[in-house]
């Protein structure tokens, strides 16, 4: 079966701009998770959603970030007003199971965004 | 911030066991030891795990000292395609209070050479 992919790949926008980022988790995995990547901060957490709970959104780094998770399954991450500080490799994951699992999670590529 | 603490780089010699250490002094008992690695350009792959014994699948070793304080990751037979950044991750399971979440340090960059 396919992996966690995510689109764009690549993503360039202006300062200002508004930006949606997808993902699409491995079918049948009930926890998927948003992390990113800068040059600055390494690989830090965004927010998690598992099954129909309400998210941990601890990890957003502002409130122009917002995430949703439609019927369980595709998640979009959506950063309004974009910052050059914002600019960073966006990275999905998820996972199988369900409460006390161990299981390990599975990344997409990831969303290169570059904000000018 | 990550619990654990990592050299910064290492090199291997193809073919040769890649030995990567890590530190985790303040590990928790109800938290697992992770291994995932990202080559350049991918997203982060897992690798183990492990709670107190050692374990071993297709892709390498765990060794977990008997105080659980530190770890070592074992590729047996490492080849140029293990160049990578490895990370060393406490993490208790997923449940109600907990997200599972990962926090990455900064990892070690190892750099198999020919």
């Known amino acids: 079966g396919a992996g966690v992919s995510q689109s764009p790949s690549n993503k360039v926008t202006e300062k200002g701009k508004d930006v949606e980022l997808r993902c699409d988790p491995i079918s049948g995995h009930t926890a998927l998770y948003w992390y990113r990547q800068s040059l600055g901060q390494g690989l830090e957490f965004l927010i998690y959603?598992?099954?129909?709970?309400?998210?941990?959104k601890s990890g957003l780094p502002s409130d122009r970030f917002s995430a949703e998770r439609t019927g369980g399954s595709v998640s979009t991450l959506t950063i309004q007003r974009t910052q050059q500080e914002d600019s960073a490799v966006y990275l999905c994951?998820?996972?199988?199971?369900?409460?006390?699992?161990?299981?390990?999670?599975?990344f997409g590529p990831g969303t290169r965004l570059t904000v000018l | 911030d990550a619990k654990t603490t990592q050299p910064t780089s290492m090199d291997c010699a193809e073919g040769r066991a890649a030995n990567l250490p890590c530190n985790h002094s303040t590990i928790s008992g109800n938290e697992y030891v992770y291994w995932y690695r990202q080559i350049h350009s991918q997203g982060p792959q897992y690798i183990i795990h492990g709670l107190k014994n050692n374990e071993t699948n297709e892709m390498a070793s765990l060794i977990i000292t008997e105080d659980r304080k530190s770890s070592t990751l074992i590729l047996p037979h490492a080849t140029l395609r293990d160049t990578a950044v490895y990370y060393c991750?406490?993490?208790?399971?997923?449940?109600?209070?907990?997200?599972?979440?990962?926090?990455f340090g900064q990892g070690t960059t190892l750099q198999v050479k020919p």
């Open positions: 991750i406490v993490r208790v399971p997923r449940g109600s209070s907990n997200t599972g979440k990962l926090i």
């Open positions: 994951a998820s996972s199988p199971g369900t409460s006390g699992a161990l299981g390990e999670q599975f």
């Open positions: 959603f598992q099954g129909n709970s309400a998210p941990d």
